[in-house]
């Protein structure tokens, strides 16, 4: 059963909550996290992304970059930016986009729980992207971008978070830049906490939904800090990693696209007639997005073409091979265009859903030749994939709205 556990705090004083609430750390390349620290001082990138208080001569995961994260992040709590709650709490994070809400737990996860695969995995992690948010939190000893979890709706969760909600005066209510709602409220009250905490506890499955690498680094530095401390007995903070948690029926997962460079030689009529071995192909009079599972759009040369699943595959059973993004990639990818590996072929891009159509017409008569939208995975799909213990392929989910890192702080 998972444990979801209160924890002791570090978050922004009130009145600049809105000014340090930063996107996550790799949502920027270096230019653009140097140019957000510019547009605003207070930013929680200078601690995420330290490397915008070098010039360009400082490797970006030089040592001296860590050290200069920690010496801001502890001067900004010495100096009142960041304030120490006294208590072990929860809270509740609430996003809105375009007037749609999503409102989560946050909360400590444990290691052991990410260990025993109770907290489950839907996708592989690279050591050397691990690396980087291994060094961060282990020179702050502390964790600062929470880990986007997800797990079956449960009504004692939900009626604690409605009544606390409809009760008690946010802590921060603020719109960020992007047009991004954040509201945050405090669970304290013991009755309430025990109520959260225990029916967590009977929950059996937790799934990361976004943040696996982060996920993996936390779960490294709590694994290196037991070895640092033999005696541990498992109360230590450094046994839970910070965490948002969020019920299944919440949650929006948006199409994650493709465009590709090239048609593998073929002729655009060749490239037509050989989809049409897999795929029913219609001409679209505009651009329109897929309207449900086995269908995909395309736009090529000027124009856009709905292409649906033959019955053959809307057939497959398995949780991995049916998914949307499988079928593209194993009946139209691969054997038509040649991207045996979307990992690593430098002819396939990916375009996360938020950017919308134009996007990807965009690329596909600039740089690119093809581009393909996507019928969103659900949820659901990726709770089956985890609860099989297989992975997704690359690129399958993009979730919005994204979580705000330096909201909240967990030292270990």
């Known amino acids: 059963m998972a444990v979801i556990k209160p924890f002791v705090a570090i978050r922004p004083d009130t009145d600049v909550a809105d000014r340090v609430a930063a996107l996550p750390y790799d949502v920027y390349n270096r230019a653009e996290a140097a140019e957000e620290v510019i547009r605003e001082p207070l930013s929680f990138l200078k601690i995420d992304r330290a490397e915008t208080q070098f010039d360009d001569s400082v490797d970006t995961y030089a040592p001296q970059v860590y050290d200069k994260a920690k010496e801001i992040f502890?001067?900004?709590?010495?100096?009142?930016?960041?304030?120490?709650?006294?208590?072990e709490c929860y809270y509740i994070y609430r996003l809105t986009m375009d007037g749609r809400e999503q409102t989560g737990i946050v909360a400590c996860a444990s290691v052991d729980d990410y260990v025993n695969n109770v907290i489950k995995k839907h996708e592989?992690?690279?050591?050397?992207?691990?690396?980087?948010?291994?060094?961060?939190?282990?020179?702050?000893?502390?964790?600062?971008?929470?880990?986007?979890?997800?797990?079956?709706?449960?009504?004692?969760?939900?009626?604690?978070?409605?009544?606390?909600?409809?009760e008690e005066s946010p802590l921060y209510d603020f719109t960020a830049v992007d047009g991004i709602g954040h509201t945050v409220w405090k669970i304290a009250e013991s009755k309430e906490v025990e109520i959260i905490k225990n029916a967590f506890a009977g929950i059996g499955e937790i799934y990361i939904a976004d943040g696996h690498h982060r996920a993996a680094s936390a779960v490294k530095v709590g694994l290196k800090r037991r070895k640092e401390n033999p005696g541990y007995d498992g109360t230590e903070e450094f046994n839970y990693f910070l965490s948002v948690l969020f019920p299944d029926d919440q949650l929006m997962i948006m199409d994650y696209n493709r465009t590709v460079k090239d048609l593998n030689g073929l002729s655009e009529d060749e490239f037509?007639?050989?989809?049409?071995?897999?795929?029913?192909?219609?001409?679209?009079?505009e651009a329109k997005h897929p309207d449900k599972k086995g269908k995909v759009s395309m736009?090529?040369?000027?124009?856009?073409?709905?292409?649906?699943?033959?019955?053959?595959?809307?057939?497959?059973?398995?949780?991995?091979?049916?998914?949307?993004?499988?079928?593209?990639?194993?009946?139209?990818?691969?054997?038509?265009?040649?991207?045996?590996?979307?990992?690593?072929?430098?002819?396939?891009?990916?375009?996360?859903?938020?950017?919308?159509?134009?996007?990807?017409?965009?690329?596909?008569?600039?740089d690119m030749k093809v581009s393909f939208a996507m019928y969103p995975t659900s949820i659901s799909e990726l709770f089956d994939v985890a609860d099989a213990g297989l992975l997704m392929p690359p690129k399958s989910t993009w979730f919005e709205p994204k979580l705000r890192s330096g909201l909240f702080i967990h030292r270990i």
Not at 145 to 159: E, H, Q, T, V, W
Not at 274 to 285: A, G, R, Y
């Open 74 to 87: 502890e001067s900004m709590v010495a100096d009142g930016i960041y304030v120490t709650d006294e208590d």
């Open 299 to 366: 736009y090529l040369s000027g124009k856009w073409y709905m292409l649906s699943a033959k019955k053959e595959l809307l057939e497959i059973n398995d949780p991995v091979l049916s998914l949307d993004v499988s079928l593209l990639q194993n009946y139209l990818l691969e054997p038509v265009l040649g991207i045996k590996d979307p990992r690593t072929d430098e002819r396939i891009d990916f375009i996360g859903g938020i950017r919308g159509l134009k996007e990807l017409e965009k690329r596909a008569d600039s």
């Open 124 to 166: 592989n992690t690279r050591e050397e992207k691990e690396q980087d948010r291994i060094r961060h939190v282990d020179t702050l000893s502390a964790q600062t971008g929470p880990i986007f979890l997800a797990y079956r709706s449960k009504k004692a969760i939900n009626d604690v978070v409605s009544k606390v909600m409809t």
């Open 272 to 285: 037509i007639e050989k989809i049409k071995d897999n795929f029913e192909v219609t001409t679209l009079s």
